[in-house]
């Protein structure tokens, strides 16, 4: 298996402008979850999927932030419009629900200017 | 609340030299362990994980780790270190903080190795 996708692995922007990040999970795989990395607050869930549906978005820090999930095999996470503060390492991780283990993407840098 | 906490932010050792990296986590159940490396611009690698059973489990790269119920600890430990382990290690702990199941991580340490 390619294992999870993401796309782009890096981004720079421009604040105010809109980014999309882009995740493909492991094929079976039917939980999907988003995370952010930076120095000061480590690994931070944003949202999770179950079956295609958000179960918990608990986690995104504000509107600016949405993520879908149209099937199984695809999520996206929208920044609008984005702001320095954004810079981060953005992952998705997949897992078979069935177990309990997750598995992540090589993760997408995003610089915001 | 459910917490990880890994002590240890930096660790230096020598290369060939053993490795010990300590993981403490507070769950009001049986947890669901998880050990994870990242190497410099890449994603969370799984080195090893604990459900149930043997409380010494066997990961990748010759890594192992023990849970142990009394101390709250999950280590991991490597007999001999090779240049090529130097990364940030990540132990994670499976719960279920809020009815939904996810992972509640450490804050990471990140391992320099020596020539």
């Known amino acids: 298996d390619a294992g999870v996708i993401q796309s782009p692995r890096h981004e720079v922007t421009e604040m105010g402008q809109e980014v999309t990040l882009r995740c493909k999970p492991i094929?079976?795989?039917?939980?999907l979850f988003w995370y952010r990395q930076t120095m000061m607050r480590g690994l931070e869930l944003l949202i999770y999927f179950n079956n295609n549906v958000p179960i918990d978005d608990s986690g995104m820090p504000e509107d600016r932030f949405s993520a879908k999930m149209p099937n199984a095999s695809f999520s996206t996470l929208k920044i609008q419009p984005s702001e320095p503060r954004d810079s981060a390492v953005y992952f998705c991780?997949?897992?078979?629900?069935?177990?309990?283990?997750?598995?992540f993407g090589p993760g997408t840098r995003l610089t915001v200017t | 609340a459910q917490s990880v906490t890994q002590p240890d932010i930096h660790i230096t050792v020598s290369e060939g030299a053993s490795l010990e990296l300590r993981c403490n986590y507070s769950?009001?159940?049986?947890?669901?362990l998880f050990w994870y490396v990242q190497s410099p611009g890449q994603g969370l690698q799984l080195l090893l994980k604990y459900f149930s059973g043997d409380t010494l489990v066997q990961g990748i790269k010759g890594f192992e780790a023990e849970f142990k119920r009394s101390q709250s600890s999950f280590n991991l430990r490597k007999p001999s270190v090779h240049w090529s382990d130097a990364a940030e290690y990540f132990c994670?702990?499976?719960?279920?903080?809020?009815?939904?199941?996810?992972?509640?991580f450490g804050t990471g340490t990140r391992l320099k190795v020596l020539a």
């Open positions: 994670a702990v499976g719960a279920y903080p809020s009815g939904t199941y996810k992972y509640i």
């Open positions: 991780a997949s897992r078979d629900s069935a177990y309990y283990e997750q598995y």
């Open positions: 769950y009001g159940a049986t947890p669901y």
């Open positions: 094929s079976g795989h039917n939980s």
